[in-house]
Nanobody
Framework: VQLQASGGGLVQAGDSLRLSCVDS????????MGWFRQAPGKEREFVSA?????????YYADFVKGRFTISRDNAKNTLYLQMNHLKPEDTAVYYC?????????????????WGRGTLVTVSS
């Protein structure tokens, strides 16, 4: 499994970005996928997760609810994170991750594979 995240960049507060994460493996459809982020000097934290197959179950951290939307395109082995109304406190490296466990988890320890991350910087 190789996960490659992209789409980060420097934006102003209030702007939008869409992150993508392409999985080069063969199990994307059957795995839970998640987004996490890590700001300088802070621990990696949960952002959002989406269940396997249809993605009918999604979870969001409270600080992104109503602003971020997670989705998946199994035909393209791609995970997305649409981020709207960005705030300076959203500045972080964003990582996509893949979990082979049953269920949709918010716990980073339940994720087996991680991408390298993409940097999102939001200026005020």
């Amino acid at each position: 499994v190789q996960l490659q995240a992209s789409g980060g960049g420097l934006v102003q507060a209030g702007d939008s970005l869409r992150l993508s994460c392409v999985d080069s493996g063969r199990t994307f459809e059957s795995d839970t996928m998640g987004w996490f982020r890590q700001a300088p000097g802070k621990e990696r934290e949960f952002v959002s997760a989406i269940s396997a197959f249809t993605g009918s179950t999604t979870y969001y951290a409270d600080f992104v609810k109503g602003r971020f939307t997670i989705s998946r395109d199994n035909a393209k082995n791609t995970l997305y994170l649409q981020m709207n109304h960005l705030k300076p406190e959203d500045t972080a490296v964003y990582y996509c991750a893949q979990s082979t466990l049953l269920g949709t988890s918010r716990n980073k320890d339940d994720y087996d594979y991680w991408g390298r991350g993409t940097l999102v910087t939001v200026s005020s």
